[in-house]
């Protein structure tokens, strides 16, 4: 198991150690900033499409539509955490 926990988080933990001796350059980068500005917005029509994809598939009622609407609310409206959201949802669909 420590192998699987070194493969699955070492190399994010390596990355991230290998980037903040250049961070301090590259966020005052206009081009820099631009890039993320991209990605930012490429992940989060990425997340959407998957909102959608998960919703043909897990949506096959009004009750589902209703959950699935209320931890849409929590999340966006109210700004509660994702785990409570989460647990929410599992409370109100089951």
């Known amino acids: ?6 493969g699955l988080f070492g190399p994010g933990v390596i990355l991230i150690f290998a980037m903040v001796p250049f961070w301090a350059r ?6 820099f900033k631009a890039i993320l500005k991209g990605l930012n917005a490429a992940a989060i029509g990425l997340v ?7 919703w043909e598939a897990a949506v096959e009622d009004a009750a589902d539509a ?10 966006v409206v109210f700004n509660i955490q994702a785990p409570l959201v989460i647990l929410a949802g599992g409370v109100l669909g089951a």
């Open 48 to 54: 959407g499409a998957a909102c959608v994809t998960l």
């Open 26 to 31: 590259l966020r005052h980068n206009m081009t």
């Open 1 to 6: 198991s420590v192998g699987a926990y070194v």
């Open 66 to 75: 209703m959950v699935f609407c209320m931890a849409l609310t929590l999340a």
